[in-house]
């Protein structure tokens, strides 16, 4: 876990694909972090838009906090996501991509969400945790 | 039945909406297209379907579009990808959907239109390029094909239709009126080459 200390938001949104770095950086830009996290997994396309396909849902519940409580949990050693710990630490060494492919597969399968949308959210708090250090993100 | 989408490469992408797919991709399959030929009359009595495996490869909640990886090759020619940069407004095009597959009918349907404006439209303070063409789509068309063919490019992806304060309106046997018009949305297909 040592191995994300110093690493800048700008390397970590630098392993996303192209349409993501593109819409999670202006999002960053305007909303900040933390916001930018929850605009990008609650959008649904451009507004004053009807949809013409697909199951009209209104979950309501705050996604955004359920994201960083399963992210929280992996980080700081929770046995739900021993598994898939394990997996980070037969890397070596582990790249940026593999940090943010592994988690983002993990916590997609716990919250029934699709990996790829989740991927830019795991790495701004990639970044979060590594400019905090683990101990004192896991303390908070 | 939740949407249409079309084959980009040969070892099975396909694209269409996010909106269709929905954030959670479990379960999520793709029914194999049960013509081969559009000038035959489509049995809607027949329901037989032939269900394939298809998983999430990338997903575009701000421009709501969504790149699906299916469990199958294709040979056939595959559609060269365009944008509405490379048309002007009044220039004719061609869309393929399943209207009404949220309801169960599955027809392939070919509508012929045209451009009718340009757009940025905003989805959290991020503009992106669509079109309003000029003719009233219906639920389960989104993900369809919007096609030149002077260009012989797909240009874009059809995504839905105007419709303001939604939410709390009147709905007259689950039609929402304010649906009920030529102002339908469509997005770049310039955006799908990023994801691919």
Not at chain 2, 111 to 126: C, D, F, P, R
């Amino acid at each position: 876990m040592e191995a994300i200390h110093d690493i800048s938001l700008e390397d970590w949104l630098s392993e996303l694909k192209v349409y993501q770095k593109k819409s999670i950086e202006k999002l960053v830009d305007e909303f900040g972090e933390e916001e930018a996290m929850g605009k990008w997994l609650s959008a649904n396309g451009p507004k004053d838009n009807v949809p013409f396909g697909g199951i009209q849902t209104n979950d309501s519940k705050p996604f955004l906090e359920k994201f960083k409580t399963e992210f929280k949990k992996f980080i700081c050693n929770h046995p739900d996501y021993e598994g898939e710990r394990k997996k980070l630490n037969v890397e070596s060494p582990i790249s940026k991509a593999i940090w943010i492919s592994i988690i983002s597969a993990a916590l997609g399968a716990t919250l029934g969400f699709a990996a790829t949308l989740l991927a830019p959210a795991v790495a701004i708090m990639l970044s979060i945790v590594g400019k905090m250090g683990i101990n004192a993100f896991c303390e908070n | 039945m939740l949407g249409t989408g079309f084959i980009i490469s040969n070892d099975g992408k396909i694209v269409t909406t996010k909106h269709v797919v929905g954030s959670d991709p479990s379960n999520l399959v793709i029914l194999a297209p049960h013509i081969t030929d559009i000038n035959s009359y489509q049995d809607t009595s027949d329901t037989r379907c032939q269900p394939i495996q298809t998983n999430v490869l990338e997903m575009d909640p701000i421009k709501d579009l969504c790149v699906l990886k299916a469990d199958i090759t294709f040979s056939g020619t595959l559609p060269q990808l365009g944008s509405f940069d490379e048309v002007n407004v009044g220039e004719k095009v061609g869309i393929f959907g399943y209207p009404h597959c949220v309801a169960g009918r599955r027809v392939l349907t070919f509508q012929e239109t045209e451009i009718g404006a340009k757009v940025l439209l905003e989805s959290n303070s991020i503009k992106s390029k669509h079109a309003v063409i000029n003719t009233q789509a219906r639920p389960g068309q989104s993900g369809g094909i919007v096609f030149s063919p002077k260009l012989g490019k797909v240009i874009g992806i059809l995504v839905g239709a105007y419709a303001p304060n939604q939410g709390g309106g009147i709905s007259l046997g689950d039609i929402n009126p304010q649906e009920l018009h030529q102002t339908t949305h469509c997005i770049s297909a310039e955006y799908i080459k990023d994801m691919l």
